[in-house]
């Protein structure tokens, strides 16, 4: 298992400061889609760490209700509202990268924005599933036509799709799941774990002043902004764990508890000095 650190990372976080003429279309366009009625604090915080990270282009499929917030929040997302399922086929299409699932719910619509999703996406795209889209996963056992996946499941979630109770969790039976499963694996906890299809990675240790709701949607919206930037998906979503992990622990050494939208707000700065340093 590779231990992830600082040096290893540290080449593969995206470096601005030698590009030339470079435009936003550069550096990614991410779709983020979640965020029923009531849920969009979720999204909004996944938004922020997204354009955050640096993706080029941020755009959000949430429910109408929640695009004044997102807008006040993340003026620079654009908004598309959850039931315009062609928009969001549209959007799919154009995207580098798809992250679908928090606050997105079990119902209905939801399951319809879920199945027009897998049915759009292409082999080339990045598609992260998170939260409610790993429990829709999980019922739908939908055959995903991306290589590129990437599932970000708690303990919970993770047995939901591979029925393995928390304490049968081990890293052999995860790395063999990521293998039927086709994907790349973020099996979040205190010490997050990354299972890939080849290999696994041992992340850092983060903070108990992290274990506060939206602390994953976070994390969902810097893989996907680091995604759309780095040479590989495996790359960005490494790194992407790491310096989440390492932000909320520096946080933490002065604080009782770290608040997801802190971490996003010291992204630009660590991701600075990380990558040229
Ligand atoms: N501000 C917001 O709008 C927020 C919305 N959220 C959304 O709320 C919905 C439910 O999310 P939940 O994460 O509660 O998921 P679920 O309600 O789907 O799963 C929680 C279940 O998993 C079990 N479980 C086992 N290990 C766990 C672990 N390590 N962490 C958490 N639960 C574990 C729990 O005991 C519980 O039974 C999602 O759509 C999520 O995105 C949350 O992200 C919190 C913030
Ligand atoms: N005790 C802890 N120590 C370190 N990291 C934690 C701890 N508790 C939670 N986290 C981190 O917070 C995030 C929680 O994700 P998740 O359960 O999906 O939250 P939410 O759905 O509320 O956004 C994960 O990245 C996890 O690693
Ligand atoms: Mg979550």
Not at 65 to 74: D, F, K, N, Q
Not at 258 to 270: F, K, S
Request: hydrophobic content about 40%; proline content about 3%; some cysteine.
């Amino acid at each position: 298992m590779r231990i992830v650190d600082e040096e290893l990372i540290k080449g593969w976080l995206p470096n601005r400061e030698d590009d030339h003429d470079t435009t936003k279309r550069d550096y990614g366009q991410i779709l983020l889609i979640g965020g029923s009625a009531g849920m969009g604090g979720s999204i909004i915080m996944a938004a922020e760490a997204a354009v955050q990270s640096g993706a080029g282009l941020t755009t959000v499929a949430t429910d109408a209700t929640h695009h004044v917030a997102l807008h006040t929040r993340v003026p620079e997302a654009m908004a598309l509202p959850l039931n315009d399922l062609m928009g969001i086929s549209d959007q799919v299409k154009k995207s580098t990268v798809v992250a679908m699932g928090p606050g997105l719910g079990l119902h209905e619509r939801a399951v319809n924005v879920f199945r027009i999703v897998v049915a759009s996406i292409r082999e080339d795209q990045t598609l992260i599933l998170d939260a409610d889209a790993l429990t829709l996963l999980a019922r739908e056992k939908s055959k995903l036509r991306t290589q590129k996946v990437i599932l970000t499941p708690h303990a919970g979630e993770w047995q939901r799709i591979t029925g393995l109770k928390p304490e049968d969790q081990t890293d052999e039976q995860n790395r063999e799941w990521a293998e039927q499963l086709h994907a790349t694996v973020v099996l979040k906890g205190d010490q997050t774990r990354i299972y890939t299809e080849q290999e696994s990675f041992l992340n850092i240790k983060g903070s108990p002043a992290m274990a506060t709701g939206g602390m994953g949607d976070c994390l969902t919206g810097i893989i996907g902004g680091l995604c759309a930037q780095t040479r590989s998906e495996l790359e960005g979503l490494v790194s992407a764990v790491y310096i989440h992990s390492f932000i909320g622990r520096e946080l933490a050494k002065h604080q009782h508890m770290v608040r997801p939208i802190q971490i996003a707000e010291l992204l630009p700065t660590y991701i600075k000095s990380i990558s040229t340093n």
